[in-house]
């Protein structure tokens, strides 16, 4: 039997759910990943609190669609749609980043942070973005990976919303 621990994934979600809201790990709902998956202990470090004081100071702003390219290996490739470069992403995920290293998160693939972080959106059957598509950033989506000790479904844990959407 596989053995899951708990993990989360901070995300901008690009259809509406709701929170509590659950779906089946090879189900994902369009998503931008703002950071990838990691661990750590929400309770004991008031992170909860100072991520929706970091976010509640945040307006909201516009990315745009760029390019397809695949990630991934040569034997399970994924396409996705990258996005240019926004300087207001790059500084929300550097600001996010910061406050979970200060927390003790541990990243899975540390290598897709900071300077290794690409913004896209994963190429599905039924859904995509198109280059030149606009997106508006406006919240920010907590996934828990692992609920109810399942780590077969995914759970959107906690939805914060910037101070102007």
């Known amino acids: 039997m596989q053995k899951f621990t708990q993990k989360w994934t901070i995300m901008v979600l690009l259809e509406q759910m709701d929170e509590g809201a659950e779906f089946f790990w090879k189900n994902w709902p369009?998503?931008?990943t703002l950071v990838d998956t990691f661990a750590v202990n929400w309770e004991n470090s008031n992170l909860l609190e100072k991520l929706e004081t970091?976010?509640?100071k945040q307006k909201s702003f516009e990315i745009v669609a760029?390019?397809?390219?695949y990630f991934?290996?040569?034997?399970?490739?994924?396409q996705v749609t990258l996005?240019?470069?926004?300087?207001?992403?790059?500084?929300?995920h550097n600001d996010v980043i910061?406050?979970?290293?200060?927390?003790?998160?541990?990243?899975?693939?540390p290598q897709y942070i900071g300077e290794g972080f690409v913004a896209h959106s994963t190429i599905q059957k039924d859904k995509r973005l198109d280059t030149g598509d606009v997106v508006t950033v406006k919240k920010l989506d907590i996934v828990d990976m692992f609920p109810n000790s399942d780590?077969?479904?995914r759970k959107i844990y906690k939805i914060i919303r910037f101070a102007e959407e």
């Open 151 to 153: 780590g077969l479904q």
């Open 72 to 78: 991934g290996s040569i034997e399970e490739p994924v």
């Open 54 to 56: 970091l976010i509640a």
């Open 98 to 109: 910061e406050l979970l290293k200060k927390a003790g998160a541990v990243f899975n693939n």
């Open 83 to 92: 996005f240019k470069r926004n300087e207001k992403l790059q500084s929300l």
């Open 66 to 69: 760029a390019n397809d390219v």
């Open 30 to 32: 369009q998503h931008i």
